[in-house]
């Protein structure tokens, strides 16, 4: 009877134990007659020593390679301390009783991935995405991102917030303008959601306070370093609002909570990409007019429109962090012109109860209170010369009645890309998809 499957994260303290593993080859190296290989699975590595003692798992050996797929049989044995000893595989290692290869590269590997850094460009990392997601400081990545989703979710739960998953295929546009994309639904055209905006906001009709994890599509043909035309966004919508800075404590909330389990769980993580965890002080809060001038007497920039480009949000960010110590800053009360038509117009109507959050001088959310009347809404439909009738499935969330609410919607990439230092967002995708790319 085939014995039970051991995890590699299981190994410490069974010295002299017999144990049954499966995983990949990480790297093989020959020292006189004496094979070594790094063997890895979900849970870590370990060196695996293979001897001519053992006749047929040293043969077997023999043709092994990285990434080929194996399962071993040894007894855990403890590693001697030496000073050329390499930690990241553990403090044990295993002699190697029995191999067997369960399949093998169809070739010679296009890219050493044993290495950390494989320095490549983003192209090639792309290009052959199934390998090189493999690589262990990529991986470390998806590792650090799965617990910035897992800090949202619970975090949002603790707030009351229920989640919900919402429509892709929509029959009218959320945001306006032309950054969507339009696909064929059978005798009709349809739109890919560019947000889940309408139907969170017929969420808080229903349940008061709600939350997504969910995909989001932008026709945007941009060529940068911070944009993708597929994002998994974080989403949420809140009812009974005072006001925006119920929002934002919320969102505030939300990323400490990131922060925190990003402390906890992946240290290791931030040390590899050699950035530091952010600091959990109260987010500055600065009106965007503000913002402007800080720009203008700090750094000569001087923006139009008030149309904060990405240079400015990058200056924005190093003015608070040196003023406030601060990773984070809102920007605020955004003028109306380059808000979506449901945005809450402020006492002086030319700017809107909205904001963004930059992190490390990227923005990473926007969000603010949302119109709730219905007959205001129509009008501010109107103004953004719009029709309301394509909206009519929208309107019918308001002709039944809505609590004053608001909420906001956060890009997860970004967030991992900035927690890291990513050169590119994209790095932050599993297989992203832009301009030119929709595959692998």
Not at 36 to 65: M, N
Not at 131 to 157: D, G, H, P, Q, W
Request: glycine share 8%; hydrophobic share 40%; with cysteine.
């Amino acid at each position: 009877m085939e014995m039970k499957r051991c995890l590699i994260s299981e190994l410490n303290n069974r010295s002299g134990e017999t144990v049954f593993l499966k995983g990949w080859i990480e790297r093989r190296r020959d020292h006189g007659k004496l094979i070594f290989l790094d063997l890895r699975d979900r849970s870590g590595e370990v060196q695996c020593v293979v001897i001519p003692d053992a006749l047929e798992a040293y043969e077997t050996a023999k043709h092994a390679r990285g990434e080929y797929i194996v399962s071993i049989c040894g007894t855990v044995k403890d590693r001697p301390v030496s000073a050329s000893r390499d930690d990241t595989t553990g403090k044990v290692e295993i002699e190697v009783k029995e191999m067997v290869i369960f399949s093998a590269p169809s070739g010679e590997l296009p890219i050493d991935i044993s290495q950390l850094d494989m320095n490549v460009n983003l192209d090639t990392l792309l290009n052959y995405r199934a390998l090189t997601l493999r690589n262990k400081k990529v991986r470390k990545i998806f590792e650090l991102y799965a617990v910035v989703l897992e800090a949202y979710a619970n975090f949002m739960r603790s707030e009351g917030f229920r989640e919900i998953k919402t429509p892709k295929i929509l029959s009218s546009v959320t945001e306006g303008g032309a950054n969507f994309f339009k696909i064929k639904y059978f005798d009709r055209e349809a739109y890919l959601a560019q947000s889940p905006q309408f139907y969170k906001q017929a969420g808080v009709g229903i349940f008061e306070r709600v939350f997504e994890i969910g995909s989001v599509f932008r026709a945007e043909p941009h060529f940068t370093t911070r944009h993708v035309n597929e994002y998994i966004g974080l989403d949420a919508e809140m009812g009974f609002i005072e006001g925006i800075e119920d929002v934002m404590n919320i969102l505030e909330g939300s990323i400490f909570a990131m922060v925190r389990l990003v402390e906890n769980r992946c240290p290791e993580i931030c040390k590899i990409y050699g950035t530091e965890i952010p600091k959990l002080v109260s987010i500055p809060r600065i009106p965007l007019a503000e913002a402007v001038e800080i720009l203008q007497f700090e750094y000569g920039k001087i923006l139009e429109n008030m149309d904060i480009d990405s240079e400015g949000e990058r200056l924005i960010g190093q003015y608070v962090k040196k003023k406030y110590d601060s990773d984070f800053v809102f920007l605020t009360h955004y003028p109306s012109h380059l808000r979506p038509f449901y945005s809450f117009p402020s006492k002086n109507s030319e700017f809107t109860e909205t904001f963004d959050l930059l992190f490390r001088g990227l923005e990473i959310a926007s969000g603010g209170q949302r119109i709730h009347k219905y007959g205001q809404l129509i009008s501010n439909i109107q103004k953004h010369g719009m029709n309301p009738e394509d909206f009519s499935s929208y309107l019918d969330i308001f002709r039944y009645g809505m609590p004053p609410h608001g909420g906001f919607g956060l890009g997860s990439e970004r967030i991992v890309q900035q927690f890291l230092g990513l050169g590119s967002i994209k790095e932050a995708i599993l297989f992203p998809r832009d301009v030119k790319r929709l595959s692998p």
